[in-house]
């Protein structure tokens, strides 16, 4: 359980009610990462919902390949900052994170019970349909910002000649 006051410090949480937060608190903890912790695996199962409360996460994007077992390679991809939202997938059907967080540094991040948070939402759907909206609003804006990176990449790459 968290302090109901860390949770209010929070724009994302901003929609909900004290019921809804105090609900949230009582499903969330705050973790301290060390340089080197991982905090979360891409392709394996979505159990929390995170946000940075301290520091900064960098995030890497993960490459496999069926065809060759042994192939994996990670891309980093940029930081998520305080009181950004990262995990999205937990709310997400199927349920899978996407990247890899790995502290680089000592930072703290609140860690919410997906499957408590999931179940609230069955029953309150003022808090489901808040959710959703907000994970929308993220996931819109990061997708935003990798566009951004992209172009950037690719106005630096040097230009092939016509053929």
């Known amino acids: 359980m968290i302090a109901l006051d860390l949770l209010q410090r929070f724009p994302f949480f901003s929609f909900m009610n004290e ?5 949230i608190a009582m499903i969330a903890e705050e973790i301290k990462l060390e340089p ?10 979505a159990d929390a919902l995170y946000f940075v409360t301290k ?14 077992p042994d192939y994996r390679r990670e891309y980093f991809v940029g ?24 502290a ?16 609230l939402c069955e029953v309150d759907p003022h808090l489901s349909v808040g959710l959703m909206k907000a994970v929308a ?14 172009v950037a990449q690719m106005a630096e790459a040097p230009k092939k000649p016509a053929e």
């Open 137 to 150: 609003k993220a996931a819109m804006e990061r997708l935003q910002m990798t566009r951004v990176l992209l």
């Open 79 to 102: 930081y998520i900052n305080p009181e950004e939202i990262f995990g999205i997938s937990a709310l997400l059907e199927p349920y899978y994170y996407t990247a890899t967080m790995r």
């Open 55 to 68: 520091g900064n996460l960098p995030y890497y994007m993960v490459v496999t390949s069926e065809h060759i």
């Open 104 to 119: 680089d540094k000592p930072c703290s991040v609140i860690k919410i019970d997906a499957p408590a948070l999931r179940a």
């Open 19 to 23: 019921t809804e937060l105090k609900a």
């Open 36 to 45: 080197g912790d991982v905090l979360m695996e891409a392709n394996t199962p």
